[in-house]
């Protein structure tokens, strides 16, 4: 009896992955295979007070994107690269969150706060874009903020910088302008929820695998943008990116 033969319906889809950065000696590109994208909401206190809840008395809150959400920033060999951000439908209130974004080698259930780290493979910074009208409503009634956030192209990112590079960052400054105007600058050690601490809780509630990435929340100062406008947004030591409205 021959072995049954396994038959797509139709053919499977590229997995979604990111560039990593590499040295200018190195010649070929290399990916991180992006498995599940988890989200941190409200991690920073200014933010979480901006949005009218006490960071005091809020443990993290999860949400998920879809990784078809995902839109490297970076060309193949993890340089920056300005990429076009079509305005979503079904929204008249498009608004920017700017984030620290890390990016899983190991994973687990139930990690320790002390092996959190070691399952980082590197960072990069992310856009959390958000259609805030729609979350208003979704959240006002007790709904899923499921198309809030996760639609197309949601989740601009650039490309990964490896631990060996940049370490794992605790401090320093995570900044957005909106064409040429500041809107969101604060420092990485203002996170209620430190990358390792997120880990660890997050771990406690899911499996966490190789390929995930988590965007670990977002400073304060978010608002809108429009057909047009130039986001530009740097965390000192990892990357910078840079989308236009389109």
């Known amino acids: 009896m021959s072995p049954c033969e396994t038959i797509y319906v ?9 560039p990593v950065r590499q040295d200018e000696a190195g010649s070929e590109e290399l990916l991180f295979p992006v498995n599940t994208i988890y989200c941190v909401g409200q991690n920073y206190a200014a933010h979480a007070r901006e949005m009218g ?4 008395r809020s443990p993290p809150v999860f949400f998920r994107k879809p990784t078809g959400s995902l839109l490297p920033a970076c060309d193949g060999r993890g340089e920056p690269r300005l990429v076009n951000l079509p305005y979503p439908p079904q929204t008249t209130e498009l608004h920017h969150e700017i984030e620290l974004v890390a ?4 994973g687990g259930r139930n990690i320790p706060r002390d092996e959190a780290a070691g399952c980082v493979f590197g960072y990069g910074v992310g856009l959390d874009m958000t259609r805030r009208d729609l979350q208003t409503v979704a959240r006002k009634a007790g709904m899923p903020w499921d198309m809030a956030k996760g639609f197309d192209d949601a989740a601009p ?4 910088t490896p631990v060996s590079r940049c370490g794992h960052p605790e401090r320093g400054a995570i900044e957005l302008t909106v064409n040429g105007e500041p809107r969101q600058k604060s420092d990485l050690e203002d996170l209620i929820w430190s990358v390792p601490e997120t880990i660890t809780f997050l771990s406690r509630l899911v499996t966490l695998r190789p390929g995930d990435l988590i965007f ?3 400073p304060e100062g978010v608002g809108a943008v429009c057909r047009g406008d130039r986001l530009e947004g740097s965390i000192d030591g990892v990357g910078e990116i840079t989308a236009v409205i389109t």
Request: hydrophobic residues 35%; charged residues 20%; proline residues 12%.
């Open 10 to 18: 139709f053919e499977p889809g590229a997995r979604p992955a990111l």
């Open 53 to 56: 809840t006490d960071p005091e």
């Open 103 to 106: 990016a899983l080698k190991g």
């Open 157 to 160: 990112c650039s490309a990964l």
């Open 216 to 218: 670990t929340g977002t």
